[in-house]
């Protein structure tokens, strides 16, 4: 499979098809706090997607292509990962610390779900052009992107830096 033919039409549709509301609960999380748990595996859901994107080749052999979808699916939020801890260098950005409480560092490069905008590095988005849509279903996932960050000890004390803006 190529995935950057025709400028990355195939990853394209795959992030498409992961963005729909009956796929959205297994790759990003569920939207509202109060919807139910979903029933399918995840595994399932792949090859549902894996049908939806490459049909003719799914026909051809299932196991392979949904296995292909799978790899690429976590590909995608690995390298997502690898270039959002670029907007969390310690040290680097750091906000106006005058009306902070002591020890707070709030980063002034927080890159809002509604995504990147002129603010955010450019390397980010040339490199990763998949990096604003992905990055507005995940940036507000704790596993993916850490809220806050407390140091108990330290050289200058203790130390709180929020990764997630605390207002959103």
């Known amino acids: 499979l190529s995935w950057a033919k025709d400028n990355y039409k195939l990853t394209w549709d795959l992030l498409t098809e992961l963005e729909k509301p009956a796929n959205h609960p297994y790759f990003f999380g569920k939207v509202n706090k109060t919807d ?5 595996t995840k595994s399932k859901v792949i090859k549902h997607v ?7 080749e799914y026909d051809l052999n299932p196991n392979t ?8 699916v976590d590909s995608l939020f690995s390298t997502y990962k690898t270039h ?8 680097e950005g750091v906000g106006d610390q005058e009306n902070a409480p002591p020890g707070t560092t709030t980063l002034q490069f927080y890159v809002p779900a509604q995504g990147p905008d002129e603010n955010t590095p450019y390397e980010i988005v040339s490199d ?10 995940l940036c507000t996932r704790p596993n993916i992107v850490p809220i806050v960050v407390a140091t108990p000890l ?6 709180t830096t929020w990764f997630q803006s605390p207002d959103d």
């Open 84 to 91: 959002e801890k670029h907007l969390r260098h310690t040290g």
């Open 154 to 159: 330290g050289p200058c004390g203790a130390q």
């Open 128 to 137: 990763f052009p998949f990096f604003p849509r992905l990055h507005r279903h």
């Open 36 to 40: 139910n748990t979903p029933k399918d």
């Open 65 to 72: 292509i949904s296995n292909r979808v799978k790899v690429k």
């Open 50 to 56: 894996a049908q939806a994107i490459l049909p003719k």
